[in-house]
């Protein structure tokens, strides 16, 4: 396999799919993740091969180790081991106080959002590292703004997963800093994606762009340009960085 190797989760939508096509347009074989909606990741890898790029679509929730697993197994059996990864998978659910929070809603935000990362970046580190016999690579995780303004009366779940990605950015950084290995982060604002109407509130981003200092709601693709430039080796000196990408919010 020539091209470097790029898998991103939740590749089916929103930011994940902006990073796909990105990813393919500069060079990387894409691995397309998604957990449920196989027509749009499917779309998203006829986008990218008609542009003549190289993706495949590939299912799997990354709140299930042994579907890591075998997402990753996938991988390494048809392109071999992965030069980049982000983390990218994500869930919302509708407005809600913390008072109001089942243990089942706290669960699946938990599961998708920190275990998959931490899983998904485990097995990442596994093929990348030097000190596995690796050839480096980069990680980044998708954050968000909600991480530093808690996202009170909405989603406070989301907002406290977001800041353990925070954490966990810093933390895998230096842990593989003299492995071959970047860790990076994004932490997007309001962006004009679909995961506004799973929560309940497709109207959102348009709702809410007054109060960001640039006045209006972000792209994905806005997001996906500074994951790839976290990627890529214009930001090599770059690690345990997280890069706001907010319009000033």
């Known amino acids: ?3 470097p190797v790029l898998l991103v989760t939740g590749g089916s ?5 902006a990073t796909a096509l990105a990813g393919a347009k500069a060079g990387y074989a894409v691995a397309v993740n998604y957990q449920s909606n196989s027509l749009a990741a499917d779309e998203v890898v006829r986008r990218i091969r008609e542009a003549g790029g190289q993706a495949m679509a590939l299912q799997a929730d990354v709140s299930r180790e042994d579907e890591v697993l075998a997402l990753f197994a996938r991988i390494d059996a048809k392109w071999g081991p992965l030069a980049a990864l982000v983390n990218n998978a994500g869930v919302v659910d509708v407005s809600a106080r913390v008072d109001a929070m089942t243990v089942a809603r706290l669960s699946r935000m ?3 959002h920190v275990l998959g990362s931490f899983v998904c970046a485990r097995e990442a580190v596994l093929r990348m590292s030097t000190r596995h016999g690796g050839a480096g690579g980069a990680i980044v995780n998708v954050s968000s703004a909600a991480a530093r303004l808690g996202s009170p009366g ?4 989301y907002a406290a997963c ?3 990605i925070d954490t966990f950015t810093l933390g895998l950084a230096k842990e593989v800093a003299t492995e071959g290995i970047r860790v990076n982060a994004v932490r997007p604002g309001i962006i004009d994606t679909e995961i506004h109407a799973s929560g309940g509130e497709p109207d959102r981003a348009q709702r809410l762009a ?7 709601a972000g792209s994905a693709q806005e997001v996906a340009q500074s994951i790839l430039w976290l990627l890529g080796p214009q930001s090599s000196y770059c690690t345990g960085a997280i890069l706001d990408v907010a319009g000033g919010r």
């Open 1 to 3: 396999m020539s091209a």
């Open 13 to 17: 939508r929103g930011i994940g799919a």
């Open 110 to 112: 938990l599961n998708t």
């Open 154 to 157: 909405q989603y406070v779940d």
């Open 162 to 164: 977001k800041g353990a």
């Open 210 to 216: 007054p109060q960001v200092p640039m006045q209006r």
